[in-house]
């Protein structure tokens, strides 16, 4: 079993950043692919971004160029560098452990609110 934590949410104005922490247990960290998810109220839950064990990296079209996936395997943790926040990035937001790469996510965090005002 892995728990994952989220930290790093608040409230923010657009325009400015925030950095999302999510600290994983477990020996088994590096070999998973992680990700960053984001729900709004009323909407489903959506892929943000995810890294690969290797490093290799995707984002949604919608934050591409304003945000910026990264792990650090020696401290079991993945980050969430968001910049140029909007509105629009208002969410809760989860990490996830994929164990077998296969997109669909074995562990979730419990979340972290991010809220942009305008």
């Known amino acids: 079993q892995v728990q994952l934590v989220e930290s790093g949410g608040g409230l923010v104005q657009a325009g400015g950043s925030l950095r999302l922490s999510c600290a994983a247990s477990?020996?088994?960290?590096?070999?998973?692919?992680m990700g960053w998810y984001r729900q709004a109220p009323g909407k489903e839950r959506d892929l943000v971004a995810r890294?690969?064990?290797?490093?290799?990296?995707y984002y949604s079209d919608s934050v591409k160029g304003r945000f910026t996936i990264s792990r650090t395997n020696a401290k079991n943790t993945v980050y969430l560098q968001m910049n140029s926040l909007k509105p629009e990035d208002t969410a809760v937001y989860y990490c996830?452990?994929?164990?077998?790469?296969?997109?669909?996510?074995?562990?979730w965090g419990q979340g972290t609110q991010v809220t942009v005002s305008s």
């Open positions: 890294i690969s064990s290797g490093g290799t990296t």
């Open positions: 477990g020996r088994t960290f590096s070999t998973y692919r």
């Open positions: 996830a452990a994929d164990r077998n790469g296969d997109g669909r996510p074995d562990y």
